[in-house]
């Protein structure tokens, strides 16, 4: 099965001011949800979540504005298609509890993704 773009996180120096940015301008309600300083929405489209959070770091390079995640049916066989393809694995799978597991990749141009295992779908 072709994997799915499902998740859209957005990095942000100042949270709060991000999150009222994108309220206004796109309607969009974000709710709390784990960690300080994150919030999810789910009123971005069919199956599509967006996240804002504080920006972070990977693999030692600050993330940029905006971040895509894709699922995937085997998170395994997706670190083996990413290295094999030429990709370097910056994060290797990371449960996160109710969600599935997690990797952070960067392709053979440079751009960091991630890749997510989930555990059903449930924001459909």
């Given at each position: 099965m072709p994997s799915a773009l499902r998740h859209l996180a957005i990095n942000a120096d100042d949270v709060p001011r991000a999150r009222a940015?994108?309220?206004?301008?796109?309607?969009w309600t974000f709710t709390p949800w784990?960690?300080?300083?994150f919030f999810q929405s789910r009123s971005a489209g069919d199956g599509m979540m967006v996240a804002l959070q504080g920006r972070?770091?990977?693999g030692g390079q600050a993330m940029p504005g905006m971040e895509a995640s894709f699922a995937v049916d085997d998170i395994e066989a997706t670190v083996a298609a990413v290295e094999a393809g030429g990709g370097k694995?910056?994060?290797?799978?990371f449960h996160i509890e109710g969600v599935g597991r997690l990797i952070?990749?960067?392709d053979?141009?440079?751009?960091?993704a991630g890749a997510m295992q989930y555990e059903g779908e449930p924001w459909k």
């Open positions: 940015f994108y309220e206004a301008v796109f309607g784990g960690p300080p300083d972070r770091s990977l694995v910056l994060m290797p799978p952070f990749f960067r053979t141009e440079g751009n960091i």
